[in-house]
């Protein structure tokens, strides 16, 4: 039995325009982005050539209105798009999520003049983004950050450090939520802080076990002086457009995790149906077969759970529990798959000859971004049985 070469997802999209769009990323994905994923991962390089690709693709802002530069396509096709450069490689699917969530609250809560002024750039123009809301001693606890936005006349003094910032150093603009009042969730304000801005820094980024080639980074915030015309939505609101900004973003991990699973499984399968033991391949044996269709199981149902949840979301119907439970159970997902992976490929699948060492490694961080999945539980069990009485 010859090795099989990896298949297309049989994707079911709405338009013939989402089907020429997935293809146009596919294409992308496979030619500009695969070929180089190993090595630039391996020597810790961000390929923000592929960025700019991207952008001037049109594929940089494909959730948000044309008016401004977006792409108006529906969170179901925005997210399999994810999910096709996922399978090239975590660090641009996980790239582009991260500059999307970072355009959310403008594009969602900004005036009609911070919109005409700001979004073209932001989804079209080169630009890319950081979302700045975990800080060194609040993560899942978010409405806890200290980082101090003073106000100054006309403008307003940001002061803090922020931790695990994806593109902490690179990116071009911070959508950054900062203590404007008093403690809680309703002293925290939103702004839109320039890349250059004076008082801006970051420090090295981390030394990660995965996605080396992604930056992540504290960024330190030193008197930063930004207008209030950088303000976005009204004092006190940032905590719910941190919130809201979650939601959509927990969908883009969700379709990124699959992707990583997929890339996973078909490595397993290509090794598999060309690996010969005992005079056959080993996708012969039961043992192996079985692991191969439970793999590409758990991927269709993670597949299906958070397209479900990105339909309720393009109807304006509430999707804040099944964003939790898709981003739960496609995240557990892409950890099985990618450990059976390296399994299916034996001592192989250990060495970094082959990319499932790789995926594992990757996986793993998805678990936790974009509020752990412990967090994912919290919030699934409060919509179902209400707040915790204690």
């Known amino acids: ?68 530069g977006g792409g108006d396509q529906p969170y179901e096709v925005y997210l399999q798009a994810l999910e096709e450069l996922a399978v090239a490689r975590l660090t641009v699917g996980l790239g582009v999520s991260v500059h999307s969530l970072a355009c959310h609250a403008l594009a969602n809560y900004g005036t009609k003049e911070q919109q005409v002024e700001h979004l073209p750039a932001m989804l079209g123009g080169g630009l890319l983004g950081a979302y700045c809301l975990s800080e060194p001693s609040s993560g899942s606890d978010a409405a806890s950050l200290r980082t101090k936005a003073v106000r100054d006349g006309d403008d ?102 699959i992707g990583v699973a997929q890339a996973a499984l078909d490595e397993a399968v290509s090794y598999a149906t060309g690996r010969q033991q005992f005079g056959r391949p080993i996708s012969d044996f039961q043992g192996l077969r079985f692991m191969l269709a439970d793999m590409a199981t758990q991927i269709e149902a993670g597949r299906a759970l958070y397209l479900a949840a990105a339909r309720l979301r393009d109807a304006s119907r509430p999707f804040s529990k099944e964003a939790a439970m898709a981003k739960l159970l496609c995240t557990d997902t892409a950890m099985k798959v990618t450990t059976d992976a390296v399994q299916v490929l034996g001592g192989y699948g250990y060495t970094a000859d082959f990319p499932v060492e790789r995926y594992m490694r990757e996986a793993k961080v998805l678990q936790i971004v974009e509020g752990t999945n412990q967090i994912q539980r919290m919030v699934i069990a409060r919509h179902l049985a209400g707040p915790d009485s204690r």
């Open 1 to 68: 039995m010859p090795d099989r070469a990896p298949q297309p997802v049989d994707r079911q999209l709405p338009t013939d325009e989402a089907r020429d769009l997935i293809s146009l990323v596919r294409d992308i994905a496979q030619r500009e982005i695969a070929p180089k994923a190993a090595e630039e991962e391996d020597a810790g390089h961000f390929p923000r050539e592929v960025f700019s690709l991207l952008s001037e693709s049109g594929l940089l802002g494909l959730p948000y209105d044309s008016e401004y």
């Open 156 to 257: 307003w003094v940001i002061t803090g450090t922020k931790a695990w910032i994806t593109h902490g150093g690179i990116a071009d603009f911070y959508t950054v939520l900062a203590r404007s009042g008093g403690d809680g969730p309703r002293g925290i304000t939103a702004f839109l802080v320039p890349g250059d801005a004076e008082g801006l820094s970051a420090a090295p980024p981390e030394k990660k076990m995965g996605m080396k080639g992604s930056p992540t980074a504290q960024v330190h915030f030193d008197g930063v002086r930004v207008c209030d015309d950088r303000r976005i939505g009204d004092e006190g609101q940032g905590f719910a457009v941190a919130l809201s900004a979650l939601d959509s973003g927990r969908l883009g991990i969700a379709a990124c995790a």
